[in-house]
């Protein structure tokens, strides 16, 4: 079976400081994961994804994520965050050939002025 | 015209009442999916459909029936809905071998009482 933590359920950053959301998962087999974000009051958007390849994705908005296997890591990063960017962001898996997709309980990310 | 749509957006109802809660896609896709979020418990799933044929449950099914009444259509009922089914519920979709990339509607904001 998949799992994912993320251990943060709040954080709070400053404007324009860069910022780490972090996601842990657990899986017998290989995996393909992904960063949402859900934005107030609206449905989940796919930030970014890794699939195979380079182990250091970008996504939409200046996000970046990078696959570390062995730490079992998804971790999302941004240098330089913005108002816009206060939004609940869940890390998810999903093992090869299982077209389910299994989430994290969410980071709150809350930025300061 | 969004592509993944939900209705109703709002729903208060009354424990024991029947509710249904529908999806309708234009995206073509062929898997079709029903989450509920909870405040820091993230996504859970509770049914998922890969064709009009094919229905599953996923993780908390129980309470809760779904109809693929087309390819483009998947409805959530509760057949006699508990105060315990509030909830944010979410539809979403995805193409077969998209590695997952799920499509997510504007969710339903379901409240018993």
């Known amino acids: 079976a998949q799992s994912v933590t993320q251990l943060d359920s709040q954080v709070p950053v400053f404007e324009e400081a860069p910022v780490e959301l972090r996601c842990n998962y657990s899986s017998s087999v290989s995996v393909y994961l992904f960063w949402y974000v859900q934005y107030p009051n609206q449905g989940l958007q796919l930030l970014l994804k890794?699939?195979?390849?380079?182990?250091l994705v970008k996504g939409i908005n200046g996000f970046e994520a990078e696959f570390n296997k062995s730490q079992t890591s998804f971790h999302l990063r941004k240098p330089s965050v913005h108002i816009s960017d206060t939004a609940e962001y869940f890390c998810?898996?999903?093992?090869?050939?299982?077209?389910?997709?299994?989430f994290g309980t969410g980071t709150r990310l809350t930025i300061i002025p | 015209d969004a592509d993944v749509t939900q209705t109703p957006r709002n729903r208060i109802t009354k424990t024991g009442k029947r509710i249904m809660l529908e999806c309708s896609q234009t995206?073509?896709?062929?898997?079709m999916y029903w989450y509920r979020q909870d405040p820091g418990l993230g996504l859970r799933l509770i049914y998922y459909?890969?064709?009009?044929?094919?229905?599953n449950k996923g993780e908390i099914s129980d309470g809760y029936s779904v109809s693929r009444q087309a390819q483009a259509k998947f409805s959530l009922s509760l057949e006699s809905a508990i105060p315990n089914q509030t909830a944010l519920y979410f539809c979403a979709t995805a193409a077969g071998g998209s590695y997952n990339e799920q499509f997510f509607g504007p969710g339903t904001r379901l409240t018993v009482l």
């Open positions: 890794y699939l195979s390849g380079s182990t």
């Open positions: 995206k073509g896709h062929d898997r």
């Open positions: 998810a898996v999903a093992n090869f050939g299982n077209e389910k997709l299994t």
């Open positions: 459909s890969f064709d009009v044929k094919d229905i």
